[in-house]
């Protein structure tokens, strides 16, 4: 078993084989290649699958880089674009994604104005969810009109509680944003001073960050707002919470010491506080620089990093912890077995994971960046080439792993590749796949 990123091996693949198996083997599905043609969109964020599968995100056009709006199904091979909400709305942005396959987010109308010289970049963004009869702004289910502008849905929960966050004029000339909970009453709550909320968990724990000055990290719990900042071990001045599970453990970023950067972090309930954890810690890192960007229910972690005393930099990778804070670190490049034939130089982002495992973020592949990504497990992990059958592709897919010295081809688990491990691999075969 692995104790530090530099050392990555998979003990083996196959539980079947009757050994127990490291960490689950993906298949990879690149979502950009479904959006380039016809729609014309190369570069490309997924941003949330749900527990069907179903990924949303937005990709930028090409020319002026306004967001547009996307909805994936069928494990990615069809995409269409969302609908915008008013008639001369021009971007849009998808954020999440509900039981009911509908998604969540912003649609926006941007006008730049100026130039030559200075450009002004207008905005009027709206908080949407897309219905079967198309987008339906979030103010239209309120039972009164709501006292700010409520310009974005970021999360929700099973429960249907929606959290996002608006604006209000401040006369003069700006705004003071404003974070926002609506509940399955459709009542809405100011969110005071967590005015960037990320997360709801079916507690109705909210976490997210106030960003009106230097960042930092906040629950909200029925009222009440924790700062997560604990100055006594975040002696930084930043931090920023992405997500919380149902346990109440929650996942972000901060910086512990006022000279380094932000860390992968964990809060934890200690019975006495929440504490701050460097997830990272211990790994062989000298200066991890990360976010840990979603947690399950389970407690897996998926999120990036990068050692910035590791050269030559060549800038961020994703990773997962699939048993949390206290478990192994993998990249996920190097759960793909044949993510290098098929192009993928490196997995930059992970952002968020289902119940299922299910993982998107982004990459770059073929030397282009922003390739959104689904990440499948292998629920068949003879099946090697992931077609989803057992056929002699699978041993030439082996056969490669093994002659380019792969650690995923050890598939007897005993950290070196022999004949053996062509047995365990032949009786796997022939069991097949249920």
Not at 15 to 41: H, M, N, S
Request: some cysteine.
């Amino acid at each position: 078993m692995p104790t530090t990123p530099t050392t990555p091996t998979i003990a083996c693949l196959l539980c079947v084989a009757g050994v127990a198996c490291a960490q689950t083997t993906y298949r990879i599905i690149d979502l950009t290649d479904v959006t380039r043609d016809p729609l014309g969109l190369s570069i490309v964020d997924a941003t949330a699958v749900n527990e069907d599968g179903v990924v949303v995100g937005h990709g930028f056009e090409p020319f002026e880089g306004k967001p547009v709006a996307l909805r994936w199904t069928s494990e990615g091979s069809v995409v269409e674009v969302l609908p915008l909400l008013r008639g001369d709305d021009n971007a849009s942005e998808a954020w999440a994604i509900d039981a009911d396959d509908r998604a969540l987010g912003t649609s926006d109308r941007i006008v730049f104005e100026g130039g030559p010289g200075p450009i002004r970049i207008i905005q009027d963004p709206v908080a949407v969810r897309w219905d079967d009869g198309g987008p339906v702004s979030i103010e239209s289910l309120l039972s009164r009109p709501a006292p700010f502008e409520l310009t974005a849905v970021r999360n929700l929960n099973t429960t249907g509680d929606l959290i996002g966050w608006g604006r209000e004029p401040t006369g003069t000339g700006g705004f003071s944003f404003r974070g926002w909970l609506l509940d399955a009453d459709n009542t809405l709550t100011d969110l005071g001073l967590l005015n960037r909320p990320r997360a709801i968990n079916d507690h109705g724990l909210i976490v997210g960050e106030d960003n009106t000055g230097q960042d930092k990290a906040y629950l909200w719990n029925d009222g009440v707002l924790t700062n997560l900042h604990d100055p006594d071990i975040l002696t930084g001045v930043t931090s920023r919470a992405y997500d919380v599970n149902n346990a109440g453990d929650i996942v972000g970023e901060g910086q512990f010491h006022i000279s380094q950067p932000e860390y992968a972090t964990l809060w934890r309930d200690s019975g006495e506080g929440y504490e701050p954890i460097h997830v990272l810690d211990g790994l062989g890192f000298s200066r991890p620089q990360g976010v840990a960007r979603a947690i399950t229910e389970a407690g897996a972690i998926v999120g990036w990093w990068s050692d910035l005393d590791a050269p030559p930099f060549d800038g961020i990778d994703a990773f997962i912890m699939p048993d949390g804070v206290d478990g192994e670190f993998y990249p996920l490049m190097d759960l793909v077995p044949d993510a290098a034939t098929l192009g993928w130089q490196k997995l930059q982002r992970a952002d968020n994971i289902n119940e299922n495992g299910w993982i998107v973020g982004t990459g770059v592949r073929d030397g282009v960046l922003g390739h959104a990504f689904l990440f499948i497990p292998i629920e068949c992990a003879q099946d090697i080439d992931g077609d989803g059958q057992l056929t002699i592709f699978d041993f030439l897919a082996f056969q490669n792993l093994f002659d380019a010295g792969d650690p995923a081809a050890d598939f007897d688990g005993d950290g070196v590749l022999t004949l053996f491990d062509f047995l365990a691999f032949q009786n796997a075969f022939d069991t097949g796949c249920e």
